[in-house]
């Protein structure tokens, strides 16, 4: 994510996908932290694809 609507996309598919209980998504680092309990991870990657961003775990 390199812009302000890049940010507000994923922001926008993160907010309408249930399960996620929270997030963050920060320009500054090109990350976004989501919290669930009941979505694996895959789950949470196909929510962000679908915003047309690439996903990577980062440890």
Known sequence: ?????????????LSK???????D???ETQTVTVK???LSQEAVFE?????GKPTEIIA
């Open 25 to 27: 998504v920060s320009l």
């Open 47 to 51: 929510a962000i694809k679908k915003a």
């Open 1 to 13: 994510m390199s812009c302000g609507g890049c940010s507000g996309a994923v922001t926008r598919i």
């Open 36 to 38: 669930t309990s009941t």
């Open 17 to 23: 996908t249930d399960g996620v209980s929270s997030f």
